[in-house]
């Protein structure tokens, strides 16, 4: 059955359904609206659920570490300056291979301030060791959040949730959300096989000398591979369940002729594929849906782009100084494939810019240009700048 819900509220329903045991988070827009609605649930008797108030982020990443290791199941959001407060305990929630989600409502990080979306404060914890989902729409932030839950708890790993600010965490829909016999016939009830338990003391993040930390290390890389498998399992196994699949790494929509791809992340997947109604005289193309992050999806990625003779990868952040975040990692899995597409890389909608359906025939143009674009902001008002910034 279909509700009318704003994306974050239909997290928050989709989190109950998630039966989680503890929650803690600090307000901060635009996931504000999330953690509203789940401490009214709990207040309203809806969800058995233990709501921990804090007073920052770095204290609300802090509880749902302690709760998760302690066994419970455990939900934290955040967003921007958030993320960023709460880095150091995401470090530690990863490293310590603590299963948890996090639904992150993507948003510009300082500064110049700006409330408004992009990807920067995902990709700057990029490196933490969560694995990261993006979600093209609402219906799949709540179908992966669900994934998430299983995902985490299977892996032993966090799982972040990332869906763009105000795009979709303030957008209204027709949405379906899950039954609870469904959820949990797909969602076991939460067990962690190294929780801390006095009758069997261990412990967890201990100093580790260079003796060992190498291993450490490997061993938490090595999980984050072979996640990939549970990834793509849990997505078959919802399907079963809702009828709904989102390629389990990535997703590509376009004919099987096409001899070029633009690959995005997160909602402007939407927007072009309703560009490609609006512009159906441009050549054959497929669009490539990067579902995960990390693990990053190298054969995945190797597999869609075969056969293509360039691909634009379309990012929302940048690493200054150096550029393309998505496009640098599409370049090196591409690196040694026999006849690899030319890769072109762009930013777009830094900052909240609105990114309309008009953008898709000024991408085609790059497909023209004798050399790919190695990286540019798109979207740019280039007599904006001062003379030496241009």
């Known amino acids: 059955m279909l509700k009318a819900l704003e994306g974050s509220q239909a997290i928050a329903q989709t989190v109950a359904l998630c039966r989680p045991d503890v929650v803690s988070a600090y307000p901060i827009t635009p996931q504000t609206h999330i953690v509203e609605n789940i401490a009214k649930l709990i207040a309203d008797g809806r969800v058995n659920c233990e709501y921990v108030s804090v007073e920052s982020e770095f204290s609300a990443a802090s509880v749902v570490l302690g709760a998760a290791a302690a066994g419970a199941r455990a939900y934290t959001a955040s967003a921007s300056q958030g993320i960023l407060l709460m880095s150091e305990v995401l470090y530690n929630i990863a490293g310590m291979r603590i299963p948890m989600v996090l639904t992150c409502a993507n948003r510009a990080v300082s500064a110049p301030l700006s409330i408004w979306n992009d990807q920067q404060d995902s990709m700057a914890v990029r490196d933490a060791g969560w694995i990261q989902f993006y979600c093209a729409d609402n219906q799949e932030a709540i179908d992966t959040t669900i994934q998430a839950f299983r995902i985490a708890q299977e892996c032993e790993l966090p799982v972040m949730v990332c869906m763009d600010g105000f795009t979709l965490t303030h957008t209204m829909e027709a949405l379906s ?31 580790v000398s260079p003796d060992f930390f190498p291993e450490a290390r490997h061993s938490h890389h090595a999980a984050l591979l072979h996640a990939t498998e549970t990834i793509i399992t849990a997505d078959q196994d919802w399907m079963k369940i809702c009828g709904r699949f989102y390629g389990g790494l990535l997703g590509v ?30 050549p054959p193309w497929s669009l490539i849906r990067l579902r995960v992050f990390r693990p990053f999806p190298i054969e995945a990625v190797r597999e869609v782009c075969c056969g293509l003779d360039d691909v634009i990868v379309v990012e929302r952040a940048l690493s200054p100084g150096s550029g393309g975040i998505i496009g640098a990692e599409v370049r090196a899995a591409l690196y040694g494939l026999e006849h690899a597409p030319r890769v072109h890389n762009v930013a777009v909608g830094l900052g909240g810019r609105d990114v309309s359906m008009q953008i898709l025939p000024r991408l085609f143009e790059l497909f023209e240009a004798p050399e790919p674009v190695q990286f540019k902001v798109f979207d740019l008002e280039i007599d904006r700048l001062e003379p030496e910034d241009q």
């Open 253 to 282: 929509d376009g004919p099987d002729d096409a001899r070029v791809g633009i690959m995005v992340i997160g909602s402007i997947y939407g927007t072009l594929l309703e560009a490609r109604n609006e512009f159906p005289e441009l």
């Open 177 to 207: 959300v899950p039954s609870q016999e469904e959820v949990d016939t797909f969602l076991p009830p939460f067990e962690f096989s190294r929780r801390l338990d006095p009758r069997a003391p261990i412990s967890m993040g201990t100093l």
